[in-house]
């Protein structure tokens, strides 16, 4: 029994007389005393003890206090006003094959998540100190080491079909997710379990106190129906949450699903009844009565679909597309609208990824060597438009990525692991090759050739070869992405010229993310993207436990003490100031131990539309929030279809 049950059980029972006399042996004392004083006794500890108990608060912060206090009307981003109507289309390159929104294998339906809630929603404006709200859960609370934390739900909260959302239904969510999905198993493992507190309250038991993110992760968790996933298919057999599945599940969210057919499109139709349509973390959201998603082949093909209005919004991540895809008449008449957002909200690593599993590169300096030949300023101006900065972090674009020598409490957290961190992070700041002209490209190969003769490494004619084993130093480079080709063939011809062969093998979207997950590869391009409030996910991208799962995202198979050691720094800081120290220490070792080779990142978002859509005036600072908080506007897409 957990301990407000026992100090409640105590209670109710001292308010009969025929019961006090069944505690009193514990303290015999009590028995002299007048009948007046134990009263005040008793009332005294239990004031004592309802100090202990946390209070239940609406929402919570992982740093500071959250910005909207309890009965908050809306969001102060949000249109409260804004029209529900029209449709929103996005396309897709992933295709799926699964309806099954858990499952690790197998690509499960773009935009899934709008048909689930969770216990707490996120505020868009205050993703710098990690604000969410109650939303299934009206409350929650947790203790001052942060060792629990109970949720209390909404008794609102519905399923599409009408049944409430229960206890069960929680428990028994987080419970499959942990059993079918290694990867949440190993996120959520600091979570010894999940109980009934009461009629609507779930705990969550902690392994160890001080992990401040603990309580807000569990409040993420994507909440699913019990009674619908044990429940029997049409045809008659039973459902099995480790199974994927084409059956429209049933959700508690905005949506459900409509129309769809694996691998091509997939329908979304806004609940006319959601529970939740007037709960203040969704007023003014989800204004579309249909959200739908379309796939194509490739980034190429879904270019062109968008420039052939097949679908209404992307995200452009090619500075040749930027730079000169968007040449056409409806981008020169604004029937599309080009628009950049600054990206605020996230710090980026986005790198050649060596796998650290081969043995080529567990040596620091063949991943040095890698480094220097790698011609960013050259790649930046022929390929990329200038465009581009050189990433010098793994949190790059944010208050959170190491600079110079450490110093103050970055120094301190450091000297605190001293002996299991390269020495160099205090005497030397991790600085990026610079290339751009033939003379210093020339230097830098040179250095490069003298770092592989050190590592065991010898020109034999014009290939690079173990002086041992007689075997070549050869890269395989996997992706996905024809365009890929634009940088990595003259990368590819550096790496020739000092007798290293790197070789680019293109497959399919599914090809490629079974060789990722089965760690299949010798080099790709990847990237890792970090909130401005780092923690647990931090072990599943760096943490030596997560080198050897195929689902992690340690997908360069890193296994270091120290690089461990700044991690659990990392996720039990006590305020903001902690943790952007220990942050900051935790780059700066990544930086030196030279896992991957950077390449560039942007700090704006570029995104086109067809002008169909309005927006609120005060999108927050972090996100443009499409399509969210966006609306479908009647007028503009009128003037768009006089145009065509």
Not at 241 to 261: K, Q, V
Not at 385 to 399: L, V, W
Not at 485 to 510: C, F, H, K, Q, S
């Amino acid at each position: 029994m957990m301990q407000t049950d026992r100090q409640s059980t105590f209670l109710r029972s001292s308010t009969k007389g025929d019961t006090v006399a069944r505690h009193l042996p514990a303290v015999p004392w009590l028995v002299t005393l007048p009948l007046m004083a134990l009263c005040l006794l008793l009332a005294g500890l239990s004031a004592v003890r309802a100090q202990d108990e946390p209070e239940w608060r609406h929402a919570a912060s992982l740093t500071g206090e959250p910005r909207y206090p309890e009965g908050f009307k809306h969001f102060d981003y949000v249109n409260p006003e804004a029209p529900k109507g029209g449709i929103v289309r996005l396309g897709d390159s992933t295709g799926f094959d699964t309806l099954n929104p858990i499952l690790p294998k197998g690509n499960p339906a773009p935009g899934l998540g709008l048909m689930y809630d969770s216990l707490l929603e996120p505020a868009l404006d205050e993703i710098n100190i990690n604000s969410e709200y109650g939303l299934i859960a009206e409350a929650m609370r947790y203790p001052a080491d942060y060792s629990w934390v109970e949720y209390r739900l909404n008794p609102q909260a519905r399923w599409h079909d009408g049944m409430p959302i229960s206890v069960d239904d929680v428990i028994w969510s987080f419970e499959k997710i942990k059993e079918v999905n290694p990867s949440q198993a190993f996120y959520y493992r600091h979570v010894e379990k999940a109980e009934a507190a009461g009629e609507r309250v779930i705990r969550f038991s902690f392994d160890s106190a001080g992990n401040r993110e603990l309580p807000k992760i569990v409040g993420q968790l994507i909440i699913l129906p019990r009674h619908w996933w044990e429940g029997t298919a049409p045809d008659g057999k039973a459902r099995n949450i480790a199974n994927g599945t084409l059956e429209r599940p049933l959700g508690s969210g905005p949506y459900r699903i409509g129309a769809f057919e694996p691998g091509r499109y997939i329908e979304y139709e806004r609940v006319d009844d959601y529970w939740a349509k007037d709960h203040p973390t969704k007023v003014g959201t989800h204004n579309f009565d249909k959200v739908r998603y379309d796939s194509y082949r490739d980034q190429t093909v879904l270019l062109e679909a968008f420039k052939a209005d097949q679908y209404d919004f992307r995200s452009e991540n090619s500075a040749k597309n930027w730079a000169t895809g968007y040449d056409f008449s409806a981008a020169k008449d604004g029937r599309v609208v080009l628009e950049t957002f600054p990206d605020k909200a996230r710090g980026i690593m986005q790198a050649f990824v060596l796998n650290l599993r081969r043995e080529k590169f567990s040596d620091i300096r063949v991943r040095q060597a890698l480094n220097l030949v790698f011609d960013f300023e050259t790649a930046n101006k022929t390929v990329f438009f200038d465009q581009y900065k050189r990433i010098p972090s793994y949190f790059a674009g944010t208050e959170l990525a190491s600079s110079g020598l450490p110093e103050g409490q970055e120094l301190e957290i450091l000297e605190s692991v001293r002996d299991l961190v390269p020495e160099r992070v205090f005497t030397t700041p991790y600085e990026n090759p610079v290339n751009g002209d033939p003379g210093r490209l020339r230097d830098n190969m040179r250095k490069a050739v003298e770092l592989l003769d050190e590592a065991g490494y010898e020109l034999r004619g014009r290939q690079m070869v173990n002086r041992q084993t007689g075997e070549p130093l050869a890269i395989e480079f996997v992706d996905n992405d024809p365009n890929s080709e634009r940088y990595v063939l003259p990368y590819a011809r550096n790496l020739e010229r000092i007798g290293i062969r790197m070789t680019l093998r293109t497959v399919d979207t599914p090809q490629y993310i079974n060789r990722i997950r089965e760690r299949d590869f010798d080099m790709t391009t990847l990237g890792w993207a970090q909130s401005l409030s780092p923690g647990n996910e931090q072990r599943d991208y760096w943490g030596s436990e997560a080198a050897d799962r195929p689902q992690s995202r340690n997908y360069s198979g890193i296994k270091d003490p120290g690089v461990d050691a700044l991690i659990e720094k990392v996720i039990f800081a006590k305020d903001r100031e902690e943790l952007v120290a220990a942050t900051r220490a935790l780059d700066r070792v990544l930086m030196a131990h030279q896992y991957v080779v950077p390449q560039w990142y942007i700090d704006v978002d570029r995104t086109a539309r067809w002008n169909r859509f309005g927006h609120p005036e005060n999108i927050p600072e972090y996100t443009h929030g499409f399509p969210t908080i966006w609306w479908w506007d009647a007028q503009k897409a009128a003037a768009v279809r006089r145009r065509q």
